[in-house]
């Protein structure tokens, strides 16, 4: 099973959800050979709620995903947290819907919730708790507390870091700080424009329909991780439409 573990719904957070817009997303990720995504959107993105509101309304809900043209769909958010850094968080459409709920307090940048209160919130429910690109400039998760970070599940080897810090460098990062807090790490795009899917991929050695499958399968070390010849070419390819496109649509907002 195809599978990739960071990936976005929408162009940016400023913008409303399209189904339009979501469907053609899933195209193009079963045309470039996924079986299935963890919907990471993030959790202050414009009207969240809107998005499981419309899945809901619109597609199949089974096991622990939504089944949309032959993909499995995961419920899933990407949170900030104060000490700047980015988790995702996979579950239930129950589980991620109650978690957003609860951080709603939480959603401006001068409130994120700290890290640690976090991982208390999200231990209550059947998550898998996934550090997101540990090592961007921006986001530095590697700093943080060893024995917190810790209480995460896996790291992400983000196909966004990849195409901005280089494969190799990247790569040596991300996974040597994973291995001394002895965590897997698995493989996640960061798409937010189509064009991105494909880039980095997670070959899981079953087919998953669970979120417990999922932590089986990472747990045991019985996936892989592909890194498309392709990466710089999709990930700078969609880095240039996605500004070109967020800015038309974000004028709209504004007019």
Do not use: W
Not at 91 to 96: H, L, Q, Y
Not at 178 to 197: C, I, R, W
Request: proline fraction near 2%; charge should be negative; charged fraction near 30%.
């Amino acid at each position: 099973m195809n599978f990739d573990f960071h990936t976005h719904g929408k162009l940016s957070k400023k913008v409303e959800f399209s189904l339009e817009y979501f469907v053609n997303m899933v195209k193009v990720a079963k045309e470039n050979g996924l079986d299935g995504f963890a919907l990471t959107e993030h959790f202050n993105t414009r009207n969240f709620m809107d998005v499981y509101d419309t899945l809901d309304q619109t597609f199949v809900y089974e096991n622990e995903y939504y089944l949309i043209d032959g993909i499995k769909v995961f419920p899933a958010m990407e949170v900030d947290i104060r000490e700047v850094g980015h988790i995702l968080l996979i579950g239930n459409r129950t589980d991620i819907r109650e978690l957003r709920i609860v951080l709603e307090p939480f959603t401006e940048k001068n409130s994120f919730i700290e890290f640690e209160q976090l991982l208390e919130k999200a231990e209550a429910y059947n998550l898998l708790k996934i550090g997101a690109h540990p090592f961007r400039d921006s986001t530095p998760l590697n700093e943080l507390d060893p024995q917190l970070l810790c209480r995460l599940d896996a790291f992400d080897l983000n196909g966004k870091d990849l195409y901005q810090q280089g494969i190799d460098e990247n790569s040596e990062k991300v996974y040597g700080f994973a291995e001394n807090l002895k965590k897997p790490v698995v493989g996640g795009s960061d798409t937010h424009h189509f064009m991105q899917y494909g880039c980095i991929v997670s070959e899981l050695g079953q087919e998953c329909s669970t979120i417990d499958e999922l932590k089986k399968v990472i747990f045991e070390g019985r996936y892989s991780i592909e890194v498309s010849s392709e990466l710089y070419d999709k990930v700078k390819t969609a880095k240039e439409m996605k500004e070109i496109e967020k800015r038309k649509m974000e004028k709209l907002i504004i007019n």
